[in-house]
């Protein structure tokens, strides 16, 4: 399979050099020079694209917002974020808006060359056609986790499910709204140790700030204005169960800090 590379950088000279290194190494480079440009490249369908190389700094949009575009347009891409812009809100914002990685521009041919191949394989492998029996197949493991689908993308998710079942440690799930973050985390919890145990579910965004660390770590009689009985926080009811706190990041900073310290 020979895999159709788009890179996006308004300089013309590295344009040049990058289009020449991938043609060389075995791959088709398009280029583009403006985010605009790139976008409309993706939105024509003409070229099954394996990879984006977006620039962070381009003239007319930053890197983040390319990146939400092509996602937009065909979730399949792999985008690599590519700069030598090395701050972390560049490579934070890129990664937000669904670039796989981020690559500095003085990065050895080398070492871009193995990052390229290692995505292009794993596109290869999240895009095969499915046979009858992959269907099946894929179809059977994704039930077993209580979902519906038989898709190589939801295989992998599933595969994640059960990889961190069996472990101990605070699971992050990422995800627009809608898209089953809680289907996702009782799945981790049915199929751990602690699946007879309870599970808590918490949406953090439907709290008021001054109820929230209340909710979470309870309260004794007396301890505030109003506190007319003693109250279990969601983390002793959540013992040696899962606690799901749902939309965590819209939580005030100082009860962040609080759950970080708990």
Sequence with gaps: MKHVILFIDDNHVL?????????????????AATGEDGIALVR??????????????????????VTARIRELNPDITILGFSDDRTDPVHNEALDCGAISFVNKDASDAKLLGIINRHCKEFERRTKPLTITGRANNHKLIESIKLTGCSNHLVEVTKL???YAISDFTVLIRGENG????????????????????FIAVNCAAIPKDLIASELFGHVKGAFTGA????QGKFQ?????????DEVGDMSLDTQAALLRA
């Design 179 to 198: 898209t089953g973050k809680e289907r996702i985390a009782r799945a981790i919890h049915e199929h751990s140790n602690r699946q007879k145990m309870p």
């Design 15 to 31: 344009r040049q050099s990058m289009a020449k290194f991938l043609e060389q190494k075995g791959f088709t480079p398009i280029c």
């Design 161 to 163: 499910v059960l990889k």
């Design 44 to 65: 024509q369908k003409i070229n099954n694209f394996s990879i984006a190389l977006v620039d962070y700094h381009l003239p007319d949009m930053t890197g983040a917002q």
């Design 237 to 245: 009811a959540a013992d040696h169960g899962t606690l799901f706190l």
């Design 228 to 231: 007319s009985g003693n109250k």
